[in-house]
């Protein structure tokens, strides 16, 4: 009997049950002890208790002995799984983030980020209200994003803020508010505008809600000069000498004094073509580095984002979350590619591009960093998670789409031609035979040229063409 009892209330080895544990479980210890007194071990604790109050004991003390062990084991248990899941969240973590910082410099003033907004709505005038504004950058992959946005305008029904002629505003002139095309009757506002301009903030807040959201596009300086370059080698009075050149631009970066005027407006693209479209006026390199650093925190505070061309779908993910989209509505092909000839650029030549373009060097720095601060807290996991989902969804809509990859301007139909400069082939697309009228619906938007679109949105939102530009 004394050793059933032992056996049942007293599971742990009795023998292993050292004085402090005893000390700290004295019922346990007076219990199992007893028996053990009685049964097993010379008895260090006689115990002289009437039988009943030893077995009522007994029971009390089994209860509280087993609730004391399952509180335990499960309190050890789940610190246990608890720390240890964290520990494996924090590396898996870490190492994601040491990955992506790796890349990148670590340093940035805590007013930067004061800027974001990270909640995941609109920031607009009424619920549900969207309003945008897209300083359309040259040359950066712009022409991408405005046909997202450009589809959007049309799901969303957002009136659209128009050039009072043609495609651009009064561009490289300053934007005014008196570029702007009438809103159109019925409007209270406007809701998006995305057309190639020199920014004013303050002008472009005098046409816009006070709420709008401020996205723009850097690209490394290297490719957006290398781009602009060649792009508009007949336009840019400070290129226009070396079209037929043989290596118009390292004759360019070679002899630049030669050419470049910096008095001359429309050479607005010919140096720091990125400062220029975000409305600064980069000077004398030395004297400028204070300043410089006002300028771009300023920016900072204009723009809600800053997207880079390099981490294009890191930025339209996080563009997402400020404007409340889905990701459907994300989708692209990237538009306005230039068909590239002859040997990729040395080194050398690359070195002198930065040199030349020595203020967007300073300004895609700054806002590359800026940007993957933005992805730390968005959150590493959940931006390779989205970016997952997200580069499968963009798969799916190439194979629904596309006859095939880019083509030349010969092989594809009038309507998706983007326009050609004299200098450079660019690239479009060719839709696939036999798609639902739906499906060729949204396939034709998202192939759609940026002349193309602005055109037929104007037309839909005024009933008439768009105004060319005055002849004077
Ligand atoms: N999604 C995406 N990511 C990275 N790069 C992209 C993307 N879409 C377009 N592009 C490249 O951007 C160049 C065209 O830029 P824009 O559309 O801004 O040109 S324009 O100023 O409106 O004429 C053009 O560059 P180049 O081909 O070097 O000339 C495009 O290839």
Same mark, same amino acid.
């Given at each position: 009997?004394?050793?059933?009892?032992?056996?049942?209330?007293?599971?742990?080895?009795?023998?292993?049950?050292?004085?402090?544990?005893?000390?700290?479980?004295?019922?346990?210890?007076?219990?199992?002890?007893?028996?053990?007194?009685?049964?097993?071990? %010379?008895?260090?604790?006689?115990?002289?208790? %009437?039988?009943?109050?030893? $077995?009522?004991?007994?029971?009390?003390?089994?209860?509280?002995?087993?609730?004391?062990?399952?509180?335990?084991?499960?309190?050890?248990?789940?610190?246990?799984? +608890?720390?240890?899941?964290?520990?494996?969240?924090?590396?898996?973590?870490?190492?994601?983030?040491?990955?992506?910082?790796?890349?990148?410099?670590?340093?940035?003033?805590?007013?930067?980020?004061?800027?974001?907004?990270?909640?995941?709505?609109?920031?607009?005038?009424?619920?549900?209200?969207?309003?945008? $504004?897209?300083?359309?950058?040259?040359?950066?992959?712009?022409?991408?994003?405005?046909?997202?946005?450009?589809?959007?305008?049309?799901?969303?029904?957002?009136?659209?803020?128009?050039?009072?002629?043609? +495609?651009?505003?009064?561009?490289?002139?300053?934007?005014?508010?008196?570029?702007?095309?009438?809103?159109?009757?019925?409007?209270?506002?406007?809701?998006?505008?995305?057309?190639?301009?020199?920014?004013?903030?303050?002008?472009?807040?005098?046409?816009? %809600?006070?709420?709008?959201?401020?996205?723009?596009? *850097?690209?490394?300086?290297?490719?957006?000069?290398?781009?602009?370059?060649?792009?508009?080698?007949?336009?840019? %009075?400070?290129?226009?000498?070396?079209?037929?050149?043989?290596?118009?631009?390292?004759?360019?970066?070679?002899?630049?004094?030669? +050419?470049?005027?910096?008095?001359?407006?429309?050479?607005?693209?010919?140096?720091?073509?990125?400062?220029?479209?975000?409305?600064?006026?980069?000077?004398?390199?030395?004297?400028?580095?204070?300043?410089?650093?006002?300028?771009?925190?300023?920016?900072?505070?204009?723009?809600?984002?800053?997207?880079?061309?390099?981490?294009?779908?890191?930025?339209?993910?996080?563009?997402?979350?400020?404007?409340?989209?889905?990701?459907?509505?994300?989708?692209?092909?990237? *538009?306005?590619?230039?068909?590239?000839?002859?040997?990729?650029?040395?080194?050398?030549?690359?070195?002198?591009?930065?040199?030349?373009?020595?203020?967007?060097?300073?300004?895609?720095?700054?806002?590359?960093?800026?940007?993957?601060?933005?992805?730390?807290? !968005?959150?590493?996991?959940?931006?390779?998670?989205?970016?997952?989902?997200?580069?499968? *969804?963009?798969?799916?809509?190439?194979?629904?789409?596309?006859?095939?990859?880019?083509?030349?301007?010969?092989?594809?139909?009038?309507?998706?031609?983007?326009?050609?400069?004299?200098?450079?082939?660019?690239?479009?697309?060719?839709?696939?035979?036999?798609?639902? +009228?739906?499906?060729?619906?949204?396939?034709?938007?998202?192939?759609?040229?940026?002349?193309? !679109?602005?055109?037929?949105?104007?037309?839909?939102?005024?009933?008439?063409?768009?105004?060319?530009?005055?002849?004077?």
């Amino acid at each position: 009997m004394h050793r059933l009892f032992f056996i049942i209330t007293c599971p742990l080895p009795s023998r292993s049950v050292d004085q402090g544990q005893i000390k700290n479980n004295l019922k346990y210890h007076i219990v199992c002890s007893y028996f053990e007194s009685k049964s097993f071990l %010379p008895s260090f604790l006689p115990p002289s208790l %009437p039988p009943w109050e030893l $077995v009522a004991r007994l029971v009390q003390s089994s209860l509280n002995f087993r609730l004391f062990v399952s509180l335990t084991t499960i309190s050890v248990l789940g610190i246990y799984c +608890y720390t240890y899941k964290k520990l494996i969240y924090i590396v898996l973590h870490l190492n994601r983030k040491e990955e992506l910082l790796s890349l990148q410099p670590r340093s940035v003033s805590t007013q930067t980020l004061s800027v974001w907004h990270g909640t995941g709505k609109p920031v607009s005038e009424e619920p549900g209200d969207l309003n945008i $504004v897209f300083l359309k950058t040259h040359k950066t992959g712009s022409s991408t994003v405005q046909n997202i946005l450009f589809r959007a305008s049309e799901r969303h029904n957002l009136t659209v803020a128009f050039p009072l002629y043609s +495609y651009q505003f009064a561009y490289p002139e300053r934007f005014s508010r008196a570029f702007v095309e009438d809103i159109p009757p019925g409007a209270t506002h406007f809701n998006l505008l995305c057309s190639h301009m020199r920014l004013d903030v303050g002008e472009v807040r005098a046409i816009m %809600p006070s709420h709008s959201i401020f996205l723009t596009i *850097l690209r490394h300086p290297v490719q957006t000069f290398e781009s602009v370059f060649h792009y508009y080698l007949n336009m840019v %009075p400070a290129f226009q000498p070396l079209a037929n050149h043989s290596r118009p631009l390292l004759a360019f970066l070679e002899a630049s004094a030669q +050419y470049y005027n910096a008095q001359d407006s429309s050479n607005g693209l010919a140096k720091n073509p990125m400062a220029f479209d975000l409305g600064l006026s980069p000077r004398d390199e030395e004297s400028a580095n204070s300043e410089w650093s006002v300028e771009l925190e300023k920016l900072n505070q204009t723009f809600h984002l800053v997207m880079i061309a390099e981490h294009f779908d890191e930025s339209l993910l996080l563009a997402r979350e400020l404007l409340g989209l889905d990701m459907e509505e994300l989708v692209y092909v990237k *538009l306005n590619v230039r068909h590239k000839e002859g040997e990729p650029l040395s080194k050398g030549l690359a070195q002198k591009i930065q040199a030349w373009n020595w203020f967007d060097m300073q300004l895609y720095k700054f806002f590359q960093r800026i940007l993957w601060h933005k992805v730390e807290r !968005y959150g590493y996991m959940r931006m390779k998670r989205e970016l997952d989902t997200f580069r499968a *969804l963009l798969r799916e809509t190439v194979a629904r789409c596309l006859a095939e990859d880019s083509v030349g301007p010969g092989d594809m139909a009038d309507a998706l031609r983007p326009w050609q400069p004299s200098s450079v082939t660019i690239l479009g697309y060719r839709l696939k035979q036999n798609l639902t +009228y739906a499906q060729y619906s949204s396939c034709f938007r998202l192939v759609l040229p940026e002349l193309q !679109y602005h055109t037929y949105l104007y037309y839909k939102q005024y009933g008439k063409d768009m105004r060319p530009l005055p002849t004077t």
